[in-house]
């Protein structure tokens, strides 16, 4: 599945290794300072009591902003998101305890379909509702016998 540290890397005019010292979450600042060509705050600490939950999404391990709706590509290694389209800063990212379980789940299939939800996040957008039982006719009792007596 892609990370964030495989899609945030720096520009080819730079070495390949130049942010190998920078949390695989703090690169994607990086990579949209290079990409915007401005400077982005860097806040310290986290958002309390707000938890994203990632997803993957199309083969990528995502997670969304709950102030903006703006996604970004997350990680694992290192489970923040720091949203570089409204500012609103670090968030705490929930991963499965095992990730390579819920890869394994999508893996063989084809990457539009390589989608998975975190069992305990109910406000994911995209979420497919539960699959619900199939409707069960009404059973009917028999009818009783006719013992030949008019009603």
Wanted: glycine share 4%.
């Amino acid at each position: 599945m892609t990370r964030a540290e495989d899609i945030y890397t720096p520009p080819p005019s730079r070495p390949a290794d130049a942010w190998r010292l920078v949390p695989p979450a703090e690169r994607v600042v990086r990579w949209y300072e290079e990409m915007a060509q401005r400077r982005l705050p860097r806040p310290t600490g986290t958002v309390l009591g707000v938890r994203l939950y990632a997803q993957i999404n199309h083969g990528r391990w995502v997670a969304g902003c709950p102030e903006c709706n703006s996604a970004q590509i997350v990680t694992p290694d290192d489970p923040r998101m720091y949203c570089v389209e409204c500012l609103s800063g670090w968030f705490v990212v929930v991963f499965p305890t095992d990730t390579a379980a819920a890869e394994a789940t999508v893996e063989r299939q084809p990457v539009r379909e390589q989608n998975w939800w975190n069992p305990d996040d109910d406000t994911a957008w995209n979420r497919p509702p539960p699959e619900q039982p199939p409707e069960r006719e009404p059973t009917r009792s028999p009818l009783p016998a006719d013992d030949g007596r008019q009603r």
